[in-house]
């Protein structure tokens, strides 16, 4: 699991924390610290949600290259092909 999920959640969780303080005191200060730091803390977590999906991708594909490296090659020749002839 990627440490920014964790500290995402840590963050976002704290905001709303600290957006409820701001709420019982009246302070709009605080109140928006809070919505900043769960807003941050969301987006922080989604970045480590996506880390771990590529990560996850990246490992599927070097345990099927691999597993079949002559396939993987002829791939790898017809995409250049293509690209080359594409540019």
């Known amino acids: 699991m990627d440490e920014n999920r964790v500290e995402g959640a ?3 969780l704290g ?4 957006e409820g303080i701001g709420r019982l005191t009246g302070d709009a200060k605080l109140r928006a610290e809070g ?3 769960q807003m941050a803390g ?4 989604a970045y480590g949600q996506a880390a771990d999906q ?3 991708t990246v490992g599927t594909v070097s345990e099927r ?3 079949q490296p002559l396939t993987a090659l002829l791939i ?3 995409v250049g092909y ?4 594409l540019s």
């Open 42 to 45: 969301q987006a922080q977590r």
């Open 65 to 67: 290259i691999r597993e």
């Open 15 to 18: 905001g709303k924390a600290k």
């Open 35 to 37: 919505k900043f730091d």
């Open 10 to 12: 840590a963050r976002d």
């Open 82 to 85: 293509l690209a080359g002839r």
């Open 76 to 78: 790898a020749i017809g």
């Open 54 to 56: 590529i990560g996850d």
